[in-house]
């Protein structure tokens, strides 16, 4: 079965349940995001919306595209977008902001390197994005049948592209201010770490 049908099928069953607030989003937010003038953020890969409502209650003019029609049917918002990462339907130099958590990693290298190209494009100049991808050493990419729940069920078996340091330089050679930061976690075990790469740049 393809990822986007995967995804439809989790959310028709609403099976995905992310933690509000994301910490991601929060520290993006504290640390990056202007508090004095009115900006426009791109939520990229917004799934059923958790980041997008933390940015709105901001005061951030936010965009949530998906490519998952069952995550943003519910969703009752005038500014939610069904399309893929690797062909934004927005012209350039738009966005002041992009956040896109753990969205990119369930693709190809070649859907995930097209999608930064367009990230690019769609940044303004000076924009910041940040982006989450996943390490070539994360234990998610073993498939794996001992899952806990219905969703780990269905997203531990989905295609995911992992990714090295090297490969980040390289996708990324067209921005400004490059910052590969880390976050990695495993509850019961340390030598199974689920291991992501917290990307922050500018145009
Ligand atoms: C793990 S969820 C993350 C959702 C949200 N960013 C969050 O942090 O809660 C991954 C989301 O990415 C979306 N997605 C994956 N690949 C995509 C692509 N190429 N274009 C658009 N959306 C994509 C899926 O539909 C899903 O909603």
Redesign the pocket.
């Known amino acids: 079965m393809k ?2 049908s995967i ?1 439809n099928k989790i ?1 028709k069953n609403e099976l ?1 349940r ?1 933690q509000y607030p ?1 910490q991601n989003a929060e520290y993006f937010y504290l640390y990056h995001i202007s508090k004095k003038k009115k900006s426009k953020l791109l ?6 919306f ?2 997008s409502k933390y940015f709105l209650e901001k005061k951030i003019s936010v965009y949530s ?4 029609y069952e ?1 943003l049917k519910s969703i009752n918002y005038n500014k939610k977008i069904i ?4 062909n934004l339907p927005f012209k350039n130099n738009f966005f002041d902001y992009i956040f ?5 990693y ?2 190809t290298f070649k ?1 995930i390197n097209k ?1 930064i190209e367009e990230i690019h494009r769609v940044l303004k100049k000076h924009g910041i994005a940040r982006i989450t991808l996943l390490s070539d050493k994360s234990i998610d990419l073993v498939k794996t049948k001992a899952a806990s729940n219905k969703f780990n069920k269905l997203e531990y078996n989905m295609n995911k592209t992992g990714i090295n340091p090297k490969q980040i330089k390289k996708c990324f050679k067209n921005f400004k201010n490059l910052k590969i930061g880390m976050s990695s976690y495993n509850y019961v075990s340390i030598n199974k770490q689920k291991i992501f790469y917290i990307i922050t740049c500018s145009k």
């Open positions: 990822n986007i995804w959310y995905f992310p994301n939520d990229l890969g917004c799934g059923n958790v980041n595209a998906d490519f998952s995550a399309c893929r990462s690797e896109c958590d753990s969205v990119l369930y693709n859907q999608s």
